[in-house]
């Protein structure tokens, strides 16, 4: 049987408490895994000693930042079934949105945590930005508040007192509609397209009743709409006080809002 080649504690402990995992730290001291784990048992550390994010972030959801958050992961949010992983992908012109995302964590890792790559989509080749996290229990408090695995057809519209004030469902929302809503504008005029479940749509609209849904075939999936005039309404809702969104939609959306909002009040 070889000898135990001794590794220094510290080094290791700073290296596990900075978040790299047992490939990068082998990688780092040109060592075998099986070196690794001799030196952790003996130095009595452990990987899951030491959370390199906030892993407690979704306990209460008491703040615009947690229940913005939240409606994010709900639509673009992947919680593995078996992993105790989240993964978040988006187009890396938005790779910024996941940086925030990251700040918020409090995810003590290096920006390029956050990977690019290329991705092929209906014969067509995207850039993706992509970051994971792993925890049983971050894992498990999402999944209890209501962001479940294998969720497309299926979701539903959070029990709302997770929030502590109903005023957060609202930043909730907002969160949803920059994952898997749509912001555009025709003519000079705006208009608010979501997607998801019937049932995470309808409990939507228990607080938005301004959107109306499209017909669609799909039984457990629908899209729901907002026309020009009732998404001035709805912008009023989502954005007013807001500190945190995708700043790709809402720059394309605010101006047109406060434009007509603005022309409104001139005529009264």
Request: one cysteine or more; proline letters at 2%; hydrophobic letters at 35%.
């Amino acid at each position: 049987m070889g000898k135990l080649i001794q590794l220094n504690k510290n080094v290791l402990e700073s290296y596990i408490q900075a978040g790299y995992n047992s490939r990068k730290i082998c990688e780092l001291l040109h060592i075998g895994k099986s070196t690794l784990f001799k030196n952790l048992k003996q130095f009595g550390l452990s990987f899951s000693d030491h959370k390199w994010f906030d892993i407690y972030k979704f306990d209460t959801i008491d703040s615009e930042e947690k229940a913005y958050w939240l409606g994010f992961l709900f639509a673009d949010g992947y919680v593995c079934g078996y992993h105790n992983q989240l993964e978040v992908s988006l187009k890396s012109d938005d790779i910024d949105h996941l940086l925030k995302f990251k700040t918020f964590l409090e995810d003590k890792r290096d920006d390029s945590i956050i990977k690019i790559s290329k991705v092929n989509l209906n014969d067509k080749q995207f850039e993706r930005c992509r970051y994971i996290v792993g925890d049983k229990h971050f894992h498990e408090e999402l999944i209890n508040k209501g962001c479940i695995p294998n969720k497309s057809l299926i979701l539903k519209f959070p029990d709302i007192n997770i929030f502590k004030s109903e005023e957060l469902v609202f930043d909730f929302i907002r969160g949803y509609i920059d994952g898997d809503g749509c912001l555009t504008i025709s003519s000079g005029r705006p208009y608010i397209y979501v997607d998801g479940s019937k049932d995470f749509l309808t409990g939507l609209m228990d607080f938005i009743p301004e959107f109306k849904i499209v017909p669609n075939r799909n039984k457990n999936h629908c899209t729901i709409r907002a026309n020009t005039k009732d998404s001035l309404e709805i912008y009023k809702k989502l954005y007013s006080n807001s500190t945190i969104y995708l700043d790709r939609k809402y720059n394309k959306f605010a101006p047109f809002c406060k434009e007509r909002e603005q022309g409104n009040n001139g005529e009264s």
